[in-house]
């Protein structure tokens, strides 16, 4: 079974031990967003998609 690329990430965020109040604080949104997205209730702006991937890839 493949992983979803929002599968990879969480994944990521995890294994970096990067706190969700860590990547709201860094994306200037709330930890129920960031949740929210990855469990799959909802979909980010590309531009928000783009920043929690960058800030999951660089840390």
């Known amino acids: ?3 979803t690329s929002r599968e990879e990430y969480i994944i990521k965020r ?3 031990k990067i706190k969700l109040k860590d ?3 860094a994306l200037n949104c709330s930890e129920a ?3 929210k997205y990855e469990k799959g209730h909802l979909e980010l702006k ?3 998609l783009e920043a929690y991937q960058n800030y999951i ?3």
Request: aromatic share 0%.
């Open 46 to 48: 590309a531009d928000m």
């Open 33 to 35: 967003l960031i949740c």
């Open 1 to 3: 079974m493949e992983l």
């Open 57 to 59: 890839d660089v840390r």
């Open 14 to 16: 995890k294994r970096k």
């Open 23 to 25: 990547l709201a604080q």
